[in-house]
């Protein structure tokens, strides 16, 4: 049965990118090959080291601007990232300066907020809802 190993994410500047999704976010990078202009570069979740790479790939590709460009324009997020508690989550992400573009909303079983990456992509991020007390 397949799984996911890599999923990538095009991002405006790798070094830039870096910094946001380790510093910030709190990925660990797994892989850092440089590629003269650019890098193979992916990251993966502290908790899972051995788990799934986020790969932070340029967005050089000509079609890749104008499709970031309408999915951040409409809201869009590129991906989705799970957290324990997007509550927590967004408290201390805003703490550190990372701009909300939806603040933490409950739809159904799920809570989620989008935040801006600084690197021309909106990214969720999700937890299960609070249990509604009867």
């Not at 990251?43 to 104008?66: I, N, R, Y």
Request: glycine share 4%; proline share 9%.
């Amino acid at each position: 049965m397949p799984r996911i190993q890599l999923s990538s994410i095009y991002v405006d500047n790798q070094d830039k990118a870096l910094a946001f999704y380790t510093d910030i976010l709190g990925f660990e990078v797994k892989t850092h090959i440089p590629m003269g202009k650019f890098a193979w570069l992916t990251l993966v979740s502290p908790d899972d080291p051995q788990g799934p790479e986020l790969v932070l790939e340029p967005a050089a590709h000509k079609a890749v601007q104008p499709f970031r460009r309408a999915l951040y324009r409409d809201r869009i997020p590129v991906t989705s990232f799970a957290v324990d508690s997007v509550d927590a989550e967004y408290e201390r992400l805003r703490e550190l300066g990372v701009r909300f573009v939806q603040k933490p909303t409950t739809t159904g079983p799920v809570t989620v907020a989008v935040l801006d990456d600084t690197c021309g992509n909106l990214v969720q991020i999700a937890s299960p809802a609070a249990p509604v007390e009867a």
